[in-house]
């Protein structure tokens, strides 16, 4: 199956293959995360229907679905599980056959043989390499996708974006974490403008910045003598971001690495103090109207979740954009997939599914497939806080209308045990604290590395988080005893550890979250 395959299995991989996290000695070799979503073999990115690959790696559990073609140019899909070994895993691709069509009644999937292993090696969070079975070893590349309107958005007057951003140098020693912004000021002659700070209650540091042609990244320069902060360099890869920073430090110049995640977008905030996003990327910000982007991967349909082999989904919203692969079945009971594509706006998008046929099978030529029929649109909806429309505030969700059946809750699958217990919370952290009054605030990296019962424990014992509210187990709430008052931090962990309010720097097997070293060029 796709998605919701054998969850039993998976299951039994992740417990067996568990490990805590405690700190620097048991940080695992991968130094990213891949980013989840579509991927595409670089050399078959020619514009027309093809294959690619759904990847999406949590921790260290890699799930992959691969659509493809058979030998008569049925169009097909197979699925590859697996505990990651530094940036490489092989094991077998799976076939299913059997279960549910659209608008079929429910029908359980079973195995049907494997066409052999696949081989899969990360680079970096968006490069890797992919060998199938009987081919080569190949390039593939995460896909990527803009749309003409998100290209000009935060060009124009008024308009910036959000990052949260971790610095460290070339020893993995962490050095500030800030929430970042870039946009146009609107005051004459600025042009685009950065604004970060490196201390917490410092004042913020300004930079004047020059966007690259072609590419969502920045170059961006300080104009003030007594900055810490000389350069930035900053790329934008969906909802992830990295680059390099320039600090002066004690008279000498540092470069760092940097990594991050996309907060939000949008105009600030409107006289009524109502936040005016036109995209929100994490699950804790107040704002009148919500502009929900949820994280790409894998999504199933929740009342499928039965553990045995089912149909699943890949989404992969980004910059505007929309693309949505359906691994199902026919009436006959052989598998498929559907895909499609649109817009992203006001968490809304409807678009057409297309099947495919005449593709490039495993072992075969190289050779484009084409459009065989259309069997309906596709339309989801996504939202975290409006219980009055059916929504759950616990938790983000989506509400998926398939062609010839009815309304069905999506929700982004966790590959990991435990992702919204205390386990899940092991690993490293920016939080930001504050007190009671809110006068007294602090950004601090804390190793949570200890559980112990349904909370969980810093390195050093000082830091302790739980989930407060059973029925929202994404909620987060962690106090921090300093000077004798209570600090705390809140923040809300959805799969992929997206908030506002933290910066999730290391897994709970140690890997470096982020995209690691891709080329700025």
Known sequence: MPCNFSIHALRSIIFASAVAFTGTASWAARDFTPQAGTWVISDELDGKPGRGLAIDVQGNTFFMQVFGYEKNGDATFYTATGQMEGNNITVPLKRYQGGRSFGGGAQDAVEDGSPGSVTVSFDNGLQGTVQFPGEAKVAIERFQMKSAEFEMRYTEKGMRRVFLIGTFDAEAQHHFFSELTIGNSGVAGEGMVMSL?????ANRQRLSCEKLTGRDAYSCKSNESAGAV??????????DVYGTVDL????????????????????????????????VYVADINNCKQVSTPSSGTWVI??????????????????????????????????????GSGTYQHIEPSFQLHRYAGGRWFGGPPASAHMLEFPG????????????????AARLVGIAYIPGEGPKRMVRMALESGAVSAQGLLGQWWLRFQSSTGIQREARLVNLTTVDGDKVLSDDGTVGCVRPDASRP??????WPHDGVDMKA???????????????????????????????N
């Open 302 to 339: 929740e009342d499928e979740l039965l553990g045995k082999p089912g149909r699943g989904f890949a989404i992969d919203v980004q910059n505007g954009m929309v693309l949505a692969q359906v691994f199902n079945y026919l009436p006959s009971g052989e598998p498929t997939f559907h895909m």
């Open 248 to 279: 002066l430090k004690d008279g000498v110049l540092h470069r760092l690495s940097m990594n991050g995640i996309a907060v939000s977008g949008g105009g600030g905030v409107s006289i009524t103090g109502c936040g005016t996003e036109l995209d």
């Open 230 to 239: 000389r350069e930035v360099q900053l790329n934008v890869a969906n909802t």
């Open 474 to 479: 994404q909620r987060v709430q962690c106090t």
């Open 377 to 392: 649109d596709f339309h989801i909806r996504f939202s975290e806080n409006e219980v009055q429309k059916g929504f759950d």
């Open 197 to 201: 700070h490196t201390e917490a209650n």
């Open 490 to 520: 809140y923040f809300h962990q959805e799969t992929n550890n997206r908030s506002y309010n933290a910066l999730q720097m290391r897994d709970r097997h140690g890997n470096l979250m982020g995209l690691g070293s891709v080329p700025l």
